[in-house]
């Protein structure tokens, strides 16, 4: 494969310098269509030692608009990364829409450098990258552009470039030892990479190979490729949200008969006071001992509380947080994302709240909106949201990967209730605020949503993150019994 | 102090459950106004180990709507926070306009407990405590809301409680070494206490005493004294940002003789192609290994650029970036806040971004709108813009104090040359997108402009953090000049 970027390919300088300006402008004005367009860009920047990546970093600074770009670097990990899933690092430096992230080191520097040093095995090199597939397959279906550049040099111009370096001595000083080691292994890391690339040669995210030999005919080569692969996206046909469905009055007596995992949930047990009593300060006795097991041991926990309007959240939520000392939670009330949320994918603002080791975040509502009122509402189209049930899976496979325990929660009523519910909310004073015309407009669509929980627990019911179906149309026997499978999965987490 | 705190005030049952709801739909209704009012409001729980400080924000969350309040605990630092000044860990956690912050632990956490075990003197107790007013006096300033609250018990209740929280296993199991040293030491806490709330206890930010013997009484006194701070808030006449104040138009021939700072430049000196290129190249050379030897020694430095528009800055940070591994630098373009900076105190922004150990940033514009184009154009009311030379300058403080070099460049260029590089760039097709009809606008201020730079230079040019004022008419010149001066800083600060 690196054959194709050795064949000493070479521009001049007048050549350069008579078509550096085009280059130039064009870039510009691709940049400024990308951010109308809201486009997310991600340029990969990898390759060879000596291959001059850092040049390239600085000449993309000089070309484009400097307010509109951001260059991040990975070095070894933070202790606050170390203490997240793998890929929270990345998350944090996505560019907002509209911007460029150029990435100095990405996903693919630790998998490749761990497979050369034989840290990790073959079959795990491929898990990863099938992982980073998936990865940069959700970018894209979220509206980003990745554009992944490789630098090459042969064997002999690395080796001649390198002893250059080593005269410079400000350079050569700062070598670290990881990359001395490193270019001893050409033919090795050449061996890996090519794996690596090959792997990860998709369509969507396809690699573009630079020689780097001359750094003219690179620097020209990553200016075309930019421009290209930019006016590419821009023509592309953006996914537009679809109108709001009108779904058709579906036959009442029909579904109120079929059988689905949700009319399938007893809604008639209840729980005396006494009872409710006794149990609750019992499991919250166990739960707050848990919660400080889990904090010694590092353990973090995740739970993700959905439901109808008036279901009991709330109350539920605090039932858990009343047994937990404030330090080692955080509640999570989603509503509207902020314009920074906005500006990125879906799943990021998650991402972003994700605990640190030993502690816990409660989500009160969560990226199942997605599937839930962004579907039923139109917000998001047929095939994003459906999409989404893959994303969402994985990125629950990734926190259960890293240790957390994934706890979800419907809490399910009965219509009837809900309407109580209202009522009752309308005339409490202290309880009207939770009571809005939107609630009064969900509920009218109760059909399409039941529908929407029906198939969300369905695709999403995971052997790691299994959902919990909550009877809750007693508040005492709900509560009791999200407490009771809290409770449960973290004892066994913790076992 | 703690006298009035140790009076056995209760309250009952009955008294409680009658009282609560109206005290409770009264925050709510509170909670609402904050929210339109877009006050950030700040609540500190501290207070003495025993007296419940968890139930309190247990409660806070049960009172208020759970979507605009959010507890922040702060522990042991963590890698991140440590590699930056001190008050970075608080300023991530600040609330947004119309939010609640709950610090469980804050800012008084740390010098109590220092002083409590002999880790630091009176004296630097004093230091920090005077810190902390200045702090919450810039919040205030902001806009903010600060309630503090000191949960009290004497000493006999204390031990009662202790005592009985030590029978729980699962509290007691899990308490930690620091918190049963802590207790033993009753007498010297409330010394050191006692002092933090008097130093601190100003007008603008007054503690609230808690009695906490009783759980009912210290509940309802927490919810009352919540409602009677905000509501006294929401009184106050909100600061409105004035009208872009129309500046009379000076006499021009005086100001020309007037002997100003800016018009004591000489512009006049320039640099041959050829001496430029020689000691460009040695600089960049010098500035290289600075920049890696700082990142060995952990040394931060964060330079700030600011001059007129289109005297050069680009150019000049370009200067030195491609002189440093892309891996050690960033360049932060300041240019419309995101909506979340918008909801946060204007030095937000900026305490984000700072460096981590061994990196530097690079601020094309920076803090200092806040005294150039917020003054000029009326963004920021004259009160809150003369303010900022004093905040401005003890955040610069913060940052030296903790290791980090600080440079600052103002790039002058005279009027003429600016018109002329105006107009070279209107004619350029890479550098059209540099100039927009603000920039034609911006130039009719100059005079505004310099009143406001000299000004700027006067009040915050300090002895940690000077400004360099460079001679830009000549490009050349003025390049050579900033990185002479940047060398010069990093070097002194690694000798």
Known sequence: MFEAAELGRRVSKKKFQALEPELHTKLLEAQRSLSKAEVPVIVIVSGVEGAGKGDVVGLLHRWLDTRGIQTHAFWDETGEEAERPRYWRFWRCMPPQGTIAVMFGSWYTKPIIDRVFKRCTAFELSQELARIRDFERLLIDGGALIIKLWFHLSKQTQRKRLQADAKDRARSAHTSPTVEKFSKRYDRFAEVSERA?????????????????????RDLTVGRTLLSAIRARLQQQLPVAAPPRVTEAPNLAKLDTAVTILNRVDLT????????????????????????QAFERGVVSVAVFEGWDASGKGGVIRRITRAIDPRLYRVISVAAPTDEERAQHYLWRFWRHLPRKGHMTLYDRSWYGRVLVERVE??????????????????????????????????HVSPDEQLARFKEREQTPWKQHKITDEDWRNREKWDAYERAVNDMITHTSTGYAPWTIVAGNDKRFARIQVLESFRERLASALK
Chains 1, 2 share one sequence.
């Open 269 to 292: 047990r209840t729980l005396t006071e006494t009872r409710y009593r006794q149990r609750l300060s019992r499991l919250q006795k166990a739960i707050r001992s848990l919660a400080w």
């Open 197 to 217: 690339i090959r792997e990860t040669d998709t369509g969507h995210a396809p690699w573009h190979l630079v020689e780097a030999t001359d750094h003219r005919y």
């Open 378 to 411: 139109g917000f998001a189209t047929e095939e994003a949201w459906k999409r989404s049930y893959r994303e969402i899976n994985d990125f629950e496979d990734q926190l259960t990967q890293h240790g957390i325990v994934v706890a979800k929660f419907w809490l």
